[in-house]
Every structure is written in structure tokens, then in C-alpha cells.
T-cell receptor, first 114, second 109 residues
Framework: EAGVAQSPRYKIIEKRQSVAFWCNPI?????LYWYQQILGQGPKLLIQ????????DSQLPKDRFSAERLKGVDSTLKIQPAKLEDSAVYLC????????????FGEGSRLTVL | EDQVTQSPEALRLQEGESSSLNCSYT??????LFWYRQDPGKGPEFLFT???AGEEKEKERLKATLTKKESFLHITAPKPEDSATYLC??????????FGTGTSLTVIP
């Protein structure tokens, strides 16, 4: 079974530029999450989708971050304009049943903002 | 405010030297406590789910336990391949998953 796919793995941009990350979850997983993990910290939830609807985006900085999950499968996370403090690893995870706590994570997209 | 705190931040063990990692939490309406392992450059990998105080789960050299205020991840006779960051997460009534900052474990041969 294929795991969660993310791209790109690495991205370096200047501040105020824009960037987009893509995630393809495990087939059949209705729940999709985007997490931000700053070096030395635990993952912080940005947004949670159930199929193509948003369940929780309370910690998403909506003035610069946006995310969508068209057709309830792939998802894209966009940052525009980027700030220095956005340097982090952006992790996508999916789950067939969040009640179990078993989230399957991708390898992440590492963003460096200069 | 919901909070998850892990200790210690870092732990160095000799191979075969057993120890425990701690995860203390304050959440309203705990709906589950979860342990994950994260290797450098990788996403977290699920280990255990615990739902109620007194519950225990085991996998190879790892054993997770849960009380009303904290969870422990016991590592028995660790090997170098157990070196990783161990993350604790909780799920509260709002369905959010809150992760702790993790414990970085190094097992020295």
C-alpha cells in the first residue's frame, strides 16, 4: 500500500514570495491533516479536512496560509506571502478513522525562508 | 488551556539500560493519548493508542501506560535502533490532536 506522498521535499524562497505544497493521502482515507513542525518542536495542526470539507482550521494563519482539498483526495497548502518564521517542515497526514489516533504521515516538505 | 508536556527533552542511554519517558497532559475531555516515533527527516510513525487510565500497550521493547494525568513510555533493554524522537499526542473533545515537543532518545552501543 502506497504511503502519503508529499512534494516538494525541499523548498528555499525569499521572504514575501509564495510557495505551494502538495499532498496525496493514502487511498480511501477521508481525513487529511496539515501540520507545521518547527525545528525542535512538536507538530502543530494547521488544518484538518474530512473529505473535501474543513473540520478545523482554527490555528491556520488565514491572512497568509490557505489550503484546499478538491474532490476529497489531493490537497494543496499555500503560503503567500512567506515570512521568516514560516521556515519549518510541513507535514501531511491522513487517517481512515481519527478515533484510533493512527495518523499516517508523509515525509514532509522542508521550507526555508531567507 | 489544553496542554501536553514531555520530559525529559533529551535522554542518552547505554544499550540495555532501561528507562521511561513522561508525557503529562491537561485537556478537557480526553478522547485518547497517542505515542509516535519520529526519525530524522521523516514524518512521525504511529506506535500506540491509550484511551483510559490503567490501560497498557506493548510492542517489542516499548510499553505505554496511562494515568489520569500522565502517560509513560517504558523502554526495556533499548538497542541503538530505538534512537529517535518520541512524540506524545492527545485528542480532546474538540477533536484536535495536540502534540508535545518530544523526547529525543539516543541509545549508545
Amino acid at each position: 500500500e502506497a504511503g502519503v506522498a508529499q512534494s516538494p521535499r525541499y523548498k528555499i524562497i525569499e521572504k514575501r514570495q509564495s510557495v505551494a505544497f502538495w499532498c496525496n493521502p493514502i487511498s480511501g482515507h477521508a481525513t487529511l491533516y496539515w501540520y507545521q513542525q518547527i525545528l525542535g518542536q512538536g507538530p502543530k495542526l494547521l488544518i484538518q479536512f474530512q473529505n473535501n470539507g474543513v473540520v478545523d482550521d482554527s490555528q491556520l494563519p488565514k491572512d497568509r496560509f490557505s489550503a484546499e482539498r478538491l474532490k476529497g483526495v489531493d490537497s494543496t497548502l499555500k503560503i503567500q506571502p512567506a515570512k521568516l518564521e514560516d521556515s519549518a517542515v510541513y507535514l501531511c497526514a491522513s487517517s481512515s478513522d481519527p478515533n484510533t489516533g493512527e495518523l499516517f504521515f508523509g515525509e514532509g516538505s522542508r521550507l526555508t525562508v531567507l | 488551556e489544553d496542554q501536553v508536556t514531555q520530559s525529559p527533552e533529551a535522554l542518552r542511554l547505554q544499550e540495555g539500560e532501561s528507562s521511561s519517558l513522561n508525557c503529562s497532559y491537561t485537556v478537557s475531555g480526553l478522547r485518547g493519548l497517542f505515542w509516535y516515533r519520529q526519525d530524522p527527516g521523516k514524518g512521525p510513525e504511529f506506535l500506540f493508542t491509550l484511551y483510559s487510565a490503567g490501560e497498557e500497550k506493548e510492542k517489542e521493547r516499548l510499553k505505554a501506560t496511562l494515568t489520569k494525568k500522565e502517560s509513560f513510555l517504558h523502554i526495556t533493554a533499548p538497542k541503538p535502533e530505538d534512537s529517535a524522537t518520541y512524540l506524545c499526542a492527545v485528542r480532546a473533545t474538540g477533536n484536535q490532536f495536540y502534540f508535545g515537543t518530544g523526547t529525543s532518545l539516543t541509545v549508545i552501543p
